[in-house]
């Protein structure tokens, strides 16, 4: 599940591209200034950051080099209103992988996203499997044995996250932070709802509960 964390101070433009980007399967956080996005962008918590230049306390030309300076190789790319040759020079000059000017395109910003996270993984793993569950990460389908099963986009992220960690404990702050964002309550019970209905979908005791703790994928001996 790719984490990307959005550097944007208008409040507006941010809420925008993080319901776009979580709608398409990403997992978001936000930060609306350029002291916070160095920070988090260094704690090798995010798989992409995409930067606004007008940041206050640190602009994102300064938060950009800071990064590289620090040896940061997070993709970057910059999403901003100033489109002059030399603003676009100095992003890319200075370690942006792309740069993009306002007013945008989501689908623009969405195909740069996927081409850059892309560029920087080494060769794509499409399919998850344990045990008889499978999920395709193209098409987002999942299948248990030879069995076509429905999901939500919210239940195949949770049930990705569990694939991709099969045996072993995740709690329930883990797979809030993997699956709805930093910014979601922490007392929420949505994580116990939702195992529910993957078990209903995917087999009552495949996902096995963890008193105290959370929730588990059994690598094995999985009901079909």
């Given at each position: 599940m790719n984490r990307?964390?959005?550097?944007e101070d208008e409040a507006r433009i941010a809420s925008f591209v993080e319901k776009g980007l979580r709608g398409n399967g990403f997992v978001t956080a936000v930060v609306s200034?350029?002291?916070?996005?160095?920070?988090?962008?260094?704690?090798?918590?995010?798989?992409?950051?995409?930067?606004?230049?007008?940041?206050?306390?640190?602009?994102?030309?300064?938060?950009?080099r800071r990064l590289r300076e620090s040896k940061v190789?997070?993709?970057?790319?910059?999403?901003?209103a100033r489109d002059s040759v030399t603003d676009k020079v100095a992003g890319l000059e200075g370690?942006?992988?792309?740069?993009?000017?306002?007013?945008?395109?989501?689908e623009e910003l969405l195909a740069r996203v996927r081409l850059r996270l892309r560029a920087d993984r080494s060769p794509e793993v499409t399919v998850l499997r344990v045990a008889d569950l499978a999920l395709?990460?193209?098409t987002r389908r999942a299948y248990v044995g030879e069995r076509s099963v429905d999901l939500s986009t919210r239940e195949f992220a949770l049930a990705e996250v569990f694939c991709r960690h099969p045996d072993q404990v995740l709690t329930r702050e883990q797979l809030l932070s993997h699956v709805w964002g930093f910014d979601f309550d922490p007392g929420s019970n949505v994580v116990d709802v939702y195992v529910r209905y993957l078990r209903r979908?995917?087999?009552?005791?495949?996902?096995?509960?963890?008193?105290g703790t959370g929730y588990r994928l059994k690598a094995e001996g999985a009901p079909r």
């Open positions: 990307i964390l959005i550097a200034d350029g002291l916070a996005a160095y920070d988090m962008a260094g704690s090798g918590a995010f798989d992409l950051l995409i930067l606004d230049i007008g940041l206050p306390l640190s602009d994102g030309f300064t938060v950009l190789g997070i993709p970057v790319i910059i999403l901003t370690g942006a992988d792309d740069y993009i000017a306002k007013p945008f395109a989501f395709d990460l193209r979908k995917l087999g009552a005791d495949r996902i096995e509960t963890v008193r």
